[in-house]
Nanobody
Framework: QVQLVESGGGLVQAGGSLRLSCAAS????????MGWYRQAPGKQRELVAV???????DAEDAVKGRFTISRDNAKNTVYLQMNSLKPEDTAVYYC???????????????WGQGTQVTVSS
């Protein structure tokens, strides 16, 4: 059982930076794969970046070189550092915690409430 609370969203000008935080409570954070997703108006929710329990990361091509995902297991927190923001980055950003067994069984898949990021031109 994991509860997730995002923070750090806001309004910034193009070229600016924001750091999103996702604080986890409950159990299992250190064993979870953590991800950031975003959903823009009229579009489906899409993966932005993901980090494994061991610290391996991956990010969508649209944000590579600009966004960095990281985690601090001691603080039960995952971060998304967003630099060189563009208007097309405007969306609600969601934190996700997931754990899948090697057998393929998904044990849990939790979502935060989301935080709004708006980038003006």
């Amino acid at each position: 059982q994991v509860q997730l609370v995002e923070s750090g969203g806001g309004l910034v000008q193009a070229g600016g930076s924001l750091r999103l935080s996702c604080a986890a409570s409950g159990s299992g954070f250190s064993t979870s794969t953590m991800g950031w997703y975003r959903q823009a108006p009229g579009k489906q929710r899409e993966l932005v970046a993901v980090i494994s329990r061991g610290g391996s990361t991956d990010a969508e091509d649209a944000v590579k070189g600009r966004f960095t995902i990281s985690r601090d297991n001691a603080k039960n927190t995952v971060y998304l550092q967003m630099n060189s923001l563009k208007p097309e980055d405007t969306a609600v950003y969601y934190c996700n915690a997931r754990y899948t067994l090697t057998s393929g069984l998904l044990l849990y898949d939790y979502w935060g409430q989301g935080t709004q990021v708006t980038v003006s031109s």
